[in-house]
């Protein structure tokens, strides 16, 4: 069932986002909700942008009959650069780091592999549409790690689990509850 | 024509998100306020004392000083502890207990027939909500009342009552 799988790949892109987010806001944000939702919409702008210029590059580069995912990774730098260009003129005051921008590009690249379909060479409006919900799923799924950790911080859990383990947890169960769910056995 | 709509398309659709994160991170701006500043914006102004400070500003700059941990604030309670740990890249930690417990909001009245006017829970009043002069009625201004409880045990004839604070006029932060 490739709606599950495109699942699990967003629900492991969320989980490695938010254990690198948990060392410190990224985008300058005061809350981690608010820096979570920040860097999803920032993955999402790059990926919708990598998006077209592969839609572009495939018609170019036609004759060399690239596979797609090729031409999605060649587009992920230029959209990478747009990204950085828009975060340095909203964000002054904040360098973009580069740990920062190789978050992006991995969300980017990772959403835009896992998409279903045929790729990005034929079909831009619906390749889009994909993009932007895979994104928005991704984003909800950001927000939900980062609401779950944020609540737990602060209860009475044993030393041992505090942190990290409780996040792996409760991913786990979710995912399994995802999973379940989805195929109903 | 059908590419060219499609990149019409695009292009929308680039600019659309493009404006959204821009107004987004608009919003993020680093604030450059002292930290004692920044650490006082996040404490509740309630002035009680319960952090064995005597009030909110006095708490804070020990914060920032590291003198004092930032668990210590049960008005704030837990999303206060959080708001801390975030702003001074702790961990947080559930709320010290010998410091109280989180309470919901809470404001202080005093019952008219009873008050004798002695003047000794305005003297109390860290935040001067209640009204009155010696030997005249005292009343307290609810909107300026943070529930703080100092002024119970001042007085001497028992007159004053904590009830549930009233919803505020503005729900969201």
Redesign the interface.
Known sequence: MPTTGLLLVLIGIALANRLLLRRGPLLGARRPLQDGFAVALASVFTLIVALGIAALLGRAVQALAWPSPVVLLLAIVPALLATRLLLRRSLPGIPSSPRLLALLAGNASAIGMALPGPGALEGLPMSLLQGLAAGIGFGVLLLMFTVHDERLATTAVPAALRGTPLLLLGATVLALAVLLGLRGH | MA?LA??L???L??LG??L???A????????NRPLADRIDALLPQTQCGQCHYPGCRPYAEAIAKGEADIHQCPPGG?AG???L???L?R?????SPEHGVEKPAQVARIRETECIGCFKCIAACPVDAILGAPKFLHVVIEDLCTGCELCIAPCPVDCIELRPAPLPLRLLP
């Open positions: 590419l499609d990149l398309l695009w292009l659709l680039v998100l493009g959204a994160l821009r987004l991170l608009r919003r993020h701006r680093p604030d837990e502890i959080r708001a740990a975030a702003l890249g961990e947080p930690k559930p709320l």
